[in-house]
């Protein structure tokens, strides 16, 4: 497929995403997610020690790594040059040779060896528009085995149109007021304007016409959605 026409994904991942000094503080705004449940629902789907996994918007690679040590191939996969940076030094501090790390994105990627049993994707969706998250989900879909896994976490709304001001009325009010500790109210308002998280009612129907079948759903808060697909 042609990409000339493709969106630059650089310009959509938000400048802070470049920053190197952003980047170093980044594990702990983002309150180190643990990867253990992501790690145990491709398990639950058949991706064993053996497998190729691709880490879509990997950031500072907290899963990549974790990843990297109980699978045969890992590609952490992002398109901030300071990112890629960061998680190459950690690779590389740790020994790990299964990770592979490469600047590009969504909609830039190429895969190359065997096909992915697996593509994992954290929180990096939302950059795109929703046109563009149809064909970043149709790429994930041509890398992947019939039968892989993919796995997303990621902001979707959970809530009628309606229901929006309540929604995000509960969601500020749980904002904290260091931005070195989390996320502020700033940094929500920031998101609510300028990025494209979708509502579940349009995410899923995405992913079902891109080849998938929802095999897991999970919400927190009505925000934060957690989803396992396969591939048909």
Request: a negative charge; proline letters at 5%; glycine letters at 10%.
């Amino acid at each position: 497929m042609s990409t000339q026409w493709f969106v630059d994904e650089l310009a959509h991942a938000g400048p802070e995403h470049l920053d190197p000094g952003f980047v170093a503080g980044f594990d702990r705004k983002q309150g180190r997610p643990d990867p253990s449940d992501d790690l145990a629902a491709l398990a639950a789907h058949g991706v064993g020690e053996g497998a190729t996994v691709v880490d879509l918007g990997a950031g500072t690679g907290q899963f990549a790594l974790a990843a990297a040590e109980r699978f045969a191939r890992v590609v952490a996969v992002d398109i901030s040059p300071a990112m890629v940076a960061s998680m190459r030094e950690r690779a590389e501090g740790r020994g790990l040779a299964t990770l592979e790390c490469v600047r590009a994105g969504f909609l830039s990627y190429d895969h190359t060896g065997e096909p992915a049993d697996a593509v994992y994707t954290r929180h990096a969706l939302h950059q795109l528009p929703d046109f563009w998250k149809t064909q970043a989900l149709v790429r994930i879909a041509n890398m992947l085995r019939p039968g892989g896994v993919l796995r997303v976490r990621d902001l979707i709304y959970d809530f009628r149109p309606d229901q929006a001001g309540e929604f995000f009325d509960k969601w500020l009010a749980g904002a904290v007021d260091d931005p070195a500790a989390g996320y502020t109210r700033e940094d929500y308002i920031e998101h609510i304007r300028t990025e494209h998280s979708t509502y579940r009612w349009l995410f899923e129907p995405m992913l079902e016409a891109c080849g998938f079948e929802i095999v897991d759903v999970g919400f927190h808060g009505s925000i934060y959605g957690a989803y396992t697909c396969v591939k048909r």
